[in-house]
């Protein structure tokens, strides 16, 4: 287990804790748009939730970040992976977990997907497989899959950030409570069922958040009840970090507590699977100031970074903090800035008139906690190659794709 500072870090890595001179000179030797991930960071956090979350089945959610070096920190510090595809549990496996310590949250499985996995399984990866409905375990079992099944229910309650991640209750999620029973019975004369799973949703953070989590533990303590004989619960991940300046760091304890609390007297491990809460204040997405226009009251700073790079403002209405890291900012006059990306989108924005330094040609930008589903969800539309991602020392996790990868696939 990695032995991190904790004390003498800050609960949050906001832009202002970032070595701006740094950051510049990543920007001058790799260009932007360019993510930077700091390595270190991401072992903090695996250590925060280990002494938040002492005896619990610590997986990281790998679809938050799955660059490899990021996979390995994660695995370093102790922490099993939790996988959407075979994809993933590909990435997994060759970054050094033990198929042991790897799980396949099996949504809605693509036949391929199904078939490689098993096919790792048969090759000695001792996985477990999440699955949320009947059909699932009967095309497992129809590829000879005998292993760990854990069983995936539908709390018909979720939380999270926006309605698009809120996932307890959604139709698409889990077996639903009034088949709970009958799924596990029927799992059980073929599988080795050893948990039952539930995810709320994600981006948890603040009073309201917390109090409808609560709810979906309650809901999810109750199911798992009723289910004999289980190694483990998991509750999913869903762990919120604050995106705003002025928001408080969310308190790990007061979750861990209400874990505890709700899921008092079940007879089972508890099993958590964190990807936001690893590798958010992990990663800074550097961006380089390509045009400004407008008066002073409307002053659109055009980037060369936009929604394929950094998605979520654009799906979600995320809040991303957005600094500038020229030395002479700090004097400028503020002034209500909107600064927007090169793709043809009136979404590619990542703010609205926020006040902001008055912004120059050239200058660069950081926009903060990019480190979860920021370069995984970049997309090359526009046909823009997707940015590198570059450590604080310099060291290259992602080259950025050039214009011949963008068409290396056509025949
Ligand atoms: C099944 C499952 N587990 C874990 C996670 C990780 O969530 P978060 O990154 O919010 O911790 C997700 C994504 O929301 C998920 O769908
Ligand atoms: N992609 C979402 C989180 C969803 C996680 C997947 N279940 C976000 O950026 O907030």
Redesign the pocket.
């Known amino acids: 287990m990695n032995d991190a500072p904790l004390a003498d870090s800050p609960a949050v890595r906001r832009l202002a804790d970032w070595d701006a001179a740094r950051l510049s000179e990543l920007a001058d030797e790799h260009g932007t748009p360019l993510y930077v991930t700091d390595l270190d960071r991401v072992a903090e956090n695996c250590a925060r939730l280990r002494a938040a979350f002492p005896d619990a089945d610590l997986r990281y ?1 790998v ?2 970040n799955t660059a490899r070096a990021v996979l390995e920190a994660v695995g370093e510090a102790g922490l099993g992976a ?1 996988c ?1 595809s075979a994809g993933e549990v590909r990435r997994a496996l060759d970054a050094g977990f033990d198929g042991a310590d790897v799980d396949y ?1 099996a ?1 809605n499985p693509p036949a391929r997907d199904l078939d490689a996995v098993v096919e790792w399984w048969k090759e000695g990866a001792d996985l477990t497989i ?1 699955v949320g409905a009947a059909d699932a375990l009967d095309r497992l079992r129809e590829r000879g899959y005998d292993g760990r099944v854990c069983v ?1 229910v539908n709390p018909g309650v979720g939380a ?1 950030h926006h309605e698009k ?1 809120r ?1 307890g209750g959604a139709a698409k ?1 889990g077996v639903p409570a009034d088949r709970v029973g009958e799924v596990v019975a029927s799992a059980r004369t073929a599988f080795d069922v050893v948990g039952v ?1 539930a ?1 709320a ?4 953070h603040g009073e309201a958040d917390l109090a409808a989590h609560r709810e979906f533990l309650a809901r999810v303590a109750e199911l798992a009840a009723a289910v004999d004989d289980l190694e483990y619960v998991n509750v ?5 970090v604050p995106y705003r300046d002025d928001e408080e760091p969310l308190d790990l304890d007061a979750v861990a507590a209400a874990v505890r609390e709700e899921l008092d007297g079940l007879d089972a491990a508890l099993a958590l ?6 590798v958010a204040d992990a990663a800074v997405l550097l961006t380089r100031v390509n045009a400004v226009k407008g008066a002073s009251d409307e002053l659109v700073a055009g980037v060369d970074a936009g929604m394929t790079d950094l998605l979520r403002p654009a799906m979600y209405d995320a809040y991303h903090e957005i600094r500038s890291l020229e030395p002479d900012s700090l004097d400028r006059e503020e002034a209500p800035v909107t600064v927007a990306g090169p793709i043809c989108e009136s979404g590619d924005v990542f703010c609205e008139g926020r006040p902001l330094p008055v912004p120059e040609r050239g200058d660069l930008l950081a926009l903060g906690n990019a480190g ?2 920021g370069h995984e969800m970049a997309s090359t539309y526009n046909s823009r190659p997707r940015p590198a991602d570059v450590t604080p020392s310099g060291d290259v996790l992602r080259e950025r794709e050039s214009l011949a990868d963008l068409t290396r696939l056509e025949r």
């Open positions: 959610a679809k938050a939790e959407a949250t949504v999440t995936r999270g991640v996932t999620f799973h995810h949703g994600s981006g948890i999913g991940g869903g762990i919120g699977e964190p990807g936001r809460y690893v979860a589903y």
